[in-house]
T-cell receptor, first 114, second 114 residues
Framework: GNSVTQMEGPVTLSEEAFLTINCTYT??????LFWYVQYPGEGLQLLLK?????DKGSNKGFEATYRKETTSFHLEKGSVQVSDSAVYFC?????????????FGKGTLLTVNP | DGGITQSPKYLFRKEGQNVTLSCEQN?????MYWYRQDPGQGLRLIYY???????QKGDIAEGYSVSREKKESFPLTVTSAQKNPTAFYLC?????????????FGSGTRLTVV
């Protein structure tokens, strides 16, 4: 079946450090891939997405590249800020008949210290 | 501004009671979804609806019920048959049901059984 595996957290970094959160997936066909971010006590917000192999999604300094050969979609940011502290979810779209639904990883908690 | 409104933000339920969580969207989105979030488990799909008067079970539908009488509204009822209802519940919508559509999320309802 379709599944998403994220690196386990928590991840703790100092401000301006480089961030990588690993995400690998198992899927049939050609899913679209997403990263969502959840700030404390809130819902999820779409951070970026990629819909086909070799696509790079980017937003707010975050990037992720759809790597079909390694079934990966790792999230990166060159210089994190305290305001980036949140839980990050990797997700893929999966087909359920005519409807595509998102399957989420378990989330990775990022804490950035000043 | 368009978005999804979930209410209430916090809800307390006595054992044996049914409770209904509200979800309203003014984005004119066709598809709506309910997810449950538990610590360390990510998001799990409860029910989804592609169109008014139609809905489908997700991965963990037992003990829950929904209705979709209006495009804007997708309420979730947590019944007394749900054995472990304490969780954070998230409602989402998407413009379409294809693989590249991301979701817009509400800010969630935290349900606690007392």
């Amino acid at each position: 079946g379709n599944s998403v595996t994220q690196m386990e957290g928590p991840v703790t970094l100092s401000e301006e450090a480089f961030l990588t959160i690993n995400c690998t997936y198992t899927a049939t066909g050609y899913p679209s891939l997403f990263w969502y971010v959840q700030y404390p006590g809130e819902g999820l917000q779409l951070l970026l997405k990629a819909t086909k192999a070799d696509d790079k999604g980017s937003n707010k300094g975050f990037e992720a590249t759809y790597r079909k050969e390694t079934t990966s979609f790792h999230l990166e940011k060159g210089s994190v800020q305290v305001s980036d502290s949140a839980v990050y979810f990797c997700a893929l779209s999966r087909s359920g008949g005519s409807n595509y639904k998102l399957t989420f990883g378990k989330g990775t908690l990022l804490t950035v210290n000043p | 501004d368009g978005g999804i409104t979930q209410s209430p933000k916090y809800l307390f339920r006595k054992e044996g009671q049914n409770v209904t969580l509200s979800c309203e969207q003014n984005l004119n989105h066709d598809a709506m979804y309910w997810y449950r979030q538990d610590p360390g488990q990510g998001l799990r799909l409860i029910y989804y609806s592609q169109i008014v008067n139609d809905f489908q079970k997700g991965d963990i539908a037992e003990g829950y019920s929904v209705s979709r009488e209006k495009k804007e509204s997708f309420p979730l009822t947590v019944t007394s048959a749900q054995k472990n209802p304490t969780a954070f519940y998230l409602c989402a919508s998407s413009q379409g049901t294809g693989p590249s559509y991301g979701y817009t999320f509400g800010s969630g309802t935290r349900l606690t059984v007392v």
